[in-house]
């Protein structure tokens, strides 16, 4: 059974940083791309960052956020600096049905239940 499970939200200032870490089990983390998606209150979900073939930020994170993913603890992270109050969001993680990088959710199979992410001074 495929499951995702995303850990290390919280409440973070401006300018501070948190990594978020997603446990995958049921499936080889490296055999597949994984993604980054965030869902703001009222909003649609939104790309973030994907890892796979490629990797792939959103024009929003570039520069700030950094994806990575550990295959031999079946684990992917994103660290987070530099955040902004508009970062505030649930974040999920998502398996792709592929090893190709993508930022449609529809290209996504499997998803975690998300994180929260608070930026607030």
């Known amino acids: 059974q495929v499951q995702l499970v995303e850990s290390g939200g919280g409440l973070a200032q401006p300018g501070g940083s948190l990594r978020l870490s997603c446990v995958a089990s049921?499936?080889?983390?490296?055999?597949?791309?994984m993604g980054w998606f965030r869902q703001a209150p009222g909003q649609e979900r939104e790309f973030v960052a994907a890892?796979?073939?490629?990797?792939v930020y959103a024009d929003s994170v570039k520069g700030r956020f950094t994806i990575s993913r550990d295959n031999a603890q079946n684990t992917m992270y994103l660290q987070m600096n530099s955040l902004k109050s508009e970062d505030t969001a649930i974040f999920y993680c998502?398996?792709?049905?592929?090893?190709?990088?993508?930022?449609?959710?529809?290209?996504?199979?499997?998803w975690g239940r998300g994180t929260q992410v608070t930026v607030s001074s």
């Open positions: 890892d796979g073939i490629t990797t």
């Open positions: 049921g499936f080889r983390l490296m055999d597949y791309a």
């Open positions: 998502a398996r792709a049905w592929g090893a190709v990088a993508e930022s449609s959710p529809l290209k996504y199979r499997a």
